[in-house]
């Protein structure tokens, strides 16, 4: 707005009146003693100091006015610009010690304060389980096999086996994902036990296989004391030339002595799944009261219900059927599988009554696992 070469009357120039320029200069003032932080007093700054601020846009208009009154009127607006410059750094001053006031109050440190009680995390008792499980295989020779929680309907279901119309396909128990089938288009599902893993770990590997495979594994359960919709198995696989069943007791009763104490019996119990022939149920004689508290007249016990017999989970030798879906010669090789709960273990094993406590996060229930990491 570069006036100067017109001709002015200096009583029209409004922003230059000393009253104007007074109440420019007031507001100013007025704004700047009530911005209560930093922050508004930056955009105070620039309302009534900065370039487009009404005492700047007046300052150019001094060009103007007459030589005569020019002087006058850039004292004036000298004077009112200085005492805003003035006012603002002072308002700054007094508003970075509050600032700095309130972060030493607001960001004190109790150096007092008992630093080795805050409560740290630990690993989920069900996490340390199924570890120190799969530990006593390893411990044996066996490898960690993985596979995927989401998993493809033919690993599920067909390559261990199923019928196209095994009563475990439908919806009420599985969790498909995509297109559940049982025809040609396998479809997507939450993998309902470890035993996919078997299939993968026998395309992935070279032969001998010796692998257990610890993971989640999904069922559409409401969850109830003794149901859950997401549990962990422990699924064990062999698969070596001349393997039979006897290995396979072998090796549950380690199992048995590495995670329950030497000398207790088991037993197996006729049963059937698709992908073992035969398949049987495995107890374990129970590790707290080794049978006694069946005998007549004899304290109840709480890890085997009085029963003598914990169960342990589901076992056979691998079905030919299973070798061939993964294109081993039945008749060279030979296998054995099982399938353990975890949280049933943990259910005998710690006399925890209730699955739900093991998913809640309830640290009361956790807390007496210990803090291992
Ligand atoms: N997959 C079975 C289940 O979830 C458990 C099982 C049984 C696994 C027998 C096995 C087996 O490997 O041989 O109920």
Redesign the pocket.
């Known amino acids: 707005m570069s006036a100067s070469k017109q001709s002015y009357d200096p009583v029209e120039v409004t922003p230059l009146h000393p009253e104007e320029v007074a109440r420019m200069r007031d507001e100013a003032l007025g704004a700047i003693a009530k911005a209560a932080d930093l922050d508004e007093l930056k955009h105070v700054r620039i309302a009534h100091a900065g370039d487009r601020s009404p005492l700047a846009l007046a300052n150019r208009e001094i060009g103007a006015l007459p030589p005569a009154a020019r002087a006058d009127a850039g004292k004036r607006v000298g004077a009112a610009r200085a005492a805003i410059a003035e006012a603002l750094r002072a308002r700054e001053t007094e508003l970075e010690e509050e600032r700095d006031r309130r972060a030493l109050a607001e960001e004190a440190v109790d150096v007092t304060l008992p630093w080795d009680r805050a409560p740290r995390g630990a690993r989920h008792p069900l996490t340390t389980l199924q570890e120190r499980m799969a530990d006593v295989f390893v411990a044996m020779g066996f490898e960690i096999a993985e596979g995927p929680e989401v998993e493809a309907e033919w690993f599920n279901f067909d390559a261990l086996n199923f019928e196209p119309d095994h009563p475990a396909r439908t919806m009420q128990d599985t969790l498909f994902v995509a297109g559940a089938s049982g025809g040609e288009d396998s479809g997507v599902l939450l993998r309902?036990?470890?035993?996919p893993v078997?299939v993968r770990a026998l395309l992935a590997r070279p032969l001998p296989v010796y692998v257990v495979c610890p993971g989640k594994?999904f069922r559409s359960d409401e969850p109830d004391a003794t149901h859950s919709p997401v549990f962990h198995?422990l699924?064990?696989?062999v698969v070596d030339e001349g393997i039979t069943m006897a290995h396979l007791r072998g090796a549950i009763d380690a199992f048995i002595a590495g995670m329950f104490g030497e000398g207790l019996a088991t037993r197996f119990r006729p049963?059937y799944?698709p992908?073992?022939e035969p398949?049987a149920e495995v107890d374990m004689q129970c590790f707290a009261c080794r049978g006694a508290s069946v005998e007549p007249g004899a304290p109840p016990c709480r890890a085997c219900k009085s029963e003598g017999w914990i169960e342990l989970?589901?076992?056979?030798v691998?079905n030919p059927w299973v070798l061939v879906s993964a294109g081993i010669d039945p008749e060279r090789y030979s296998g054995?599988?099982?399938?353990l709960g975890v949280e049933r273990t943990l259910m005998f094993r710690h006399g925890a009554e209730d699955m739900r406590d093991m998913f809640e996060g309830d640290i009361r229930f956790t807390l007496p696992f210990g803090m291992e990491v």
Do not use: I, P, R
């Open positions: 309902t036990h470890t035993s078997q594994v198995q699924e064990g696989l049963s799944f992908f073992t398949s989970g589901g076992c056979g691998v054995w599988a099982f399938g």
